[in-house]
């Protein structure tokens, strides 16, 4: 069925591929434009921003609060005058733009949200509480044991209250999980708007692996708190027993952590951290090897890292945490286990080392999960049916 194609404005803060959100984005964007979509993409000047041919790139200074709000508003009415989008499609703005823009925009063309991050929807921007738990509440009043004092801080976090707030105009918000389709329920969402769309697609075309035959486990993901690459190394220094190599793909703020325990530990001949790669290499590492372990702590609110590498046809060992329970089934095609329980994360990992016959059975089962679940035909379709309800309301 030809369908009409539409002039599409992409907004998101960051104009280079970052992280997964990003990642997906960009190949969002290159396979709309395939399809014979006008895309158009609105960022913030950076130096890293690398633009992509054939589609028309924009780039304006940021202002997420008041002071240069109405400056902003007529650089993007500029924007919106060359390109007369039909749609315009939010993703990560909250560093970007500021609720008055926001608004604006809302009120004038068909907007839809992506939502990749649940601290967007929060007033610290974090969703952990002062004594580092997890929050799992609305922002209203509960929020006031986290308010701050200090008035740049407090002032920082009201400018996020007025923008969650607005946010709530747009016509029509895509969500990667269960888990944040409920979390932006219980924030004032109205169920009509939300639609489940993940952030990713299966790429049919990359190899696969042979979990059977590698010892190599992968952790793959930024080097921070939140993400529990020490955990991981907690967990692996109770399986010294066992014949097992690790790689580390990624970089951050707890690299020099990272690197003083593989010392302490005397882990240097198991452990080599690779560094941050570009997506395009990132499959070589995914062939190579037997499964990967993903032991985020933060509630995710999809785990783009785990779907690549059930793509690979390898199983995922992760903690239970946000959305990554929407393709991961314990048992199935990988091991679930219990939000940083060291002990039982180190158990899982010996239960797939001991076991190559399981890793190739769950290995295989993943593969099939994501390309029977996560086709990029499908993706597009459902991407165009929210346009088009974005469009009609």
Same mark, same amino acid.
């Given at each position: 069925?030809?369908?009409?194609?539409?002039?599409?404005?992409?907004?998101?803060?960051?104009?280079?591929?970052?992280?997964?959100?990003?990642?997906?984005?960009?190949?969002?964007?290159?396979?709309?434009?395939?399809?014979?979509?006008?895309?158009?993409?609105?960022?913030?000047?950076?130096?890293?921003?690398?633009?992509? =041919? @054939? $589609?028309?790139? +924009?780039?304006?200074? *940021?202002?997420?609060?008041?002071?240069?709000?109405?400056?902003?508003? /007529? &650089?993007?009415?500029?924007?919106?005058?060359?390109?007369?989008?039909?749609?315009?499609?939010?993703?990560?703005?909250?560093?970007?733009?500021?609720?008055?823009?926001?608004?604006?925009?809302?009120?004038?063309?068909?907007?839809?949200?992506?939502?990749?991050?649940?601290?967007?929807?929060?007033?610290?921007?974090?969703?952990?509480?002062?004594? =580092? @738990? $997890?929050?799992? +509440?609305?922002?209203? *009043?509960?929020?006031?044991?986290?308010?701050?004092?200090?008035?740049? /801080? &407090?002032?920082?976090?009201?400018?996020?209250?007025?923008?969650?707030?607005?946010?709530?105009?747009?016509?029509?918000?895509?969500?990667?999980?269960?888990?944040?389709?409920?979390?932006?329920?219980?924030?004032?969402?109205?169920?009509?708007?939300?639609?489940?769309?993940?952030?990713?697609?299966?790429?049919?075309?990359?190899?696969?692996?042979?979990?059977?035959?590698?010892?190599?486990?992968?952790?793959?993901?930024?080097?921070?708190?939140?993400?529990?690459?020490?955990?991981?190394?907690?967990?692996?220094?109770?399986?010294?027993?066992?014949?097992?190599?690790?790689?580390?793909?990624?970089?951050?703020?707890?690299?020099?952590?990272?690197?003083?325990?593989?010392?302490?530990?005397?882990?240097?001949?198991?452990?080599?951290?690779?560094?941050?790669?570009?997506?395009?290499?990132?499959?070589?590492?995914?062939?190579?090897?037997?499964?990967?372990?993903?032991?985020?702590?933060?509630?995710?609110?999809?785990?783009?890292?785990?779907?690549?590498?059930?793509?690979?046809?390898?199983?995922?060992?992760?903690?239970?945490?946000?959305?990554?329970?929407?393709?991961?089934?314990?048992?199935?095609?990988?091991?679930?286990?219990?939000?940083?329980?060291?002990?039982?994360?180190?158990?899982?990992?010996?239960?797939?080392?001991?076991?190559?016959?399981?890793?190739?059975?769950?290995?295989?089962?993943?593969?099939?999960?994501?390309?029977?679940?996560?086709?990029?035909?499908?993706?597009?379709?459902?991407?165009?049916?929210?346009?088009?309800?974005?469009?009609?309301?």
């Amino acid at each position: 069925m030809n369908r009409k194609q539409l002039r599409i404005l992409f907004c998101h803060w960051r104009g280079w591929p970052f992280g997964g959100g990003e990642i997906y984005l960009f190949k969002l964007m290159r396979a709309l434009r395939e399809q014979g979509h006008r895309i158009s993409f609105l960022t913030q000047k950076d130096a890293l921003n690398e633009k992509i =041919g @054939g $589609i028309s790139w +924009h780039e304006i200074a *940021p202002a997420p609060g008041w002071r240069n709000a109405k400056a902003q508003w /007529r &650089a993007i009415c500029s924007v919106l005058g060359q390109e007369t989008p039909d749609v315009l499609h939010l993703h990560e703005t909250n560093a970007f733009l500021g609720p008055y823009v926001v608004h604006q925009l809302c009120r004038r063309t068909p907007s839809v949200l992506t939502l990749h991050f649940a601290g967007a929807l929060c007033l610290n921007g974090t969703r952990y509480l002062n004594d =580092g @738990g $997890i929050c799992r +509440h609305p922002v209203g *009043p509960r929020c006031i044991r986290c308010l701050s004092i200090h008035p740049g /801080r &407090a002032r920082k976090m009201l400018l996020q209250w007025l923008w969650v707030n607005r946010l709530k105009n747009v016509r029509c918000v895509t969500v990667g999980s269960g888990w944040l389709k409920s979390f932006c329920m219980r924030n004032g969402f109205p169920p009509e708007k939300l639609f489940d769309l993940a952030p990713y697609w299966h790429e049919p075309e990359r190899g696969m692996a042979r979990p059977e035959k590698s010892r190599d486990m992968l952790f793959v993901g930024r080097l921070r708190d939140n993400k529990g690459a020490l955990h991981l190394l907690y967990a692996l220094a109770r399986l010294k027993d066992l014949e097992w190599r690790l790689l580390i793909v990624g970089e951050g703020e707890q690299k020099d952590r990272i690197c003083d325990y593989i010392r302490e530990r005397g882990l240097q001949d198991r452990i080599s951290l690779v560094g941050t790669v570009p997506n395009e290499t990132i499959w070589s590492y995914y062939v190579r090897g037997a499964f990967l372990v993903f032991p985020s702590l933060f509630p995710e609110t999809f785990g783009i890292a785990g779907t690549e590498a059930m793509s690979a046809g390898l199983p995922v060992i992760a903690y239970d945490a946000g959305g990554i329970s929407d393709w991961l089934v314990h048992g199935r095609n990988g091991l679930m286990v219990h939000r940083g329980d060291v002990q039982g994360l180190s158990q899982a990992i010996r239960q797939l080392l001991e076991n190559p016959g399981l890793r190739q059975s769950m290995g295989r089962t993943a593969h099939e999960d994501m390309s029977s679940r996560y086709s990029r035909s499908s993706h597009i379709r459902q991407l165009y049916n929210i346009y088009e309800k974005a469009l009609v309301r």
